[in-house]
């Protein structure tokens, strides 16, 4: 079965701090990869996706991702937190051409001053 | 540049009333989807449709129905309201002619069913 599993409900970093947030999938064919950032009420962002060549994708507002076929994984980076970037973050795995997309349970993310 | 547009972004409605949400996709975009996310719970895929034509179907109800226009835009029709449908509707786009193969969703729709 297609599954996205986000393991970490919620994170706490403190400003300035690195961050990653782990997302471990199951599909059975090539998986389109994305991130997508929420902040409370609003819709969702999309923040970097990942559909084949390089393995580290670059996205907006500072954050990368790296595609790890031998482990089913996509984790989302960032070097240095900033207080905006407290949000939920959601990864989700989907086919070409117009596929759903498989959404993981999201992390919620909190940043200390 | 332009985004999804959806309509209303709030709706109050009562138990056993029907509710209509639109959206409008990106221009050029000819691939529309809906998802339905629950408090506190990930967005969950209903519905899309390619070219006017229903291209897959999820955890969608009977009793909501969904149609895409000649001009793209998409509606989703929802009767017999309960109060587990209260939930933020989400609408995206994607174009398969560009393919980019990327979902943008709009703002949402939160739905109260009182």
Not at chain 1, 73 to 90: G, I
Not at chain 2, 69 to 84: I, P
Not at chain 2, 97 to 106: C, I, R, V
Request: proline share 5%; aromatic share 12%.
């Amino acid at each position: 079965a297609q599954s996205v599993t986000q393991p970490d409900i919620h994170i706490t970093v403190s400003e300035g701090a690195s961050l990653e947030l782990r997302c471990n999938y199951s599909y059975g064919a090539t998986p389109y990869l994305f991130w997508y950032v929420q902040s409370p009420g609003q819709g969702l962002q999309l923040l970097l996706k990942y559909f084949s060549g390089d393995t580290l994708v670059q996205g907006i507002k500072g954050f990368e991702a790296e595609f790890k076929r031998s482990q089913s994984s996509f984790n989302l980076r960032k070097p240095s937190v900033h207080w905006s970037d407290a949000a939920e973050y959601f990864c989700a795995v989907g086919a070409r051409q117009g596929g759903k997309l498989i959404f993981g349970q999201g992390t919620e993310l909190s940043v200390k001053p | 540049a332009a985004g999804v547009i959806q309509s209303p972004r709030h709706l109050i409605k009562e138990k056993r009333e029907t509710a209509t949400l639109k959206c409008y996709p990106i221009p050029r975009h000819d691939t529309v989807y809906w998802y339905q996310q629950g408090p506190g719970q990930d967005p969950q895929f209903l519905i899309s449709f390619y070219e006017k034509m229903q291209s897959d179907k999820g955890s969608i109800p009977d009793r909501f129905s969904a149609q895409q226009f000649s001009d793209y835009h998409s509606e989703l029709n929802m009767s017999s309201l309960e109060l587990g449908d209260s939930a933020l509707y989400f609408c995206a786009s994607s174009s398969r002619d560009l393919s980019t193969d990327t979902q943008y969703f709009g703002p949402g729709t939160r739905l109260t069913v009182l």
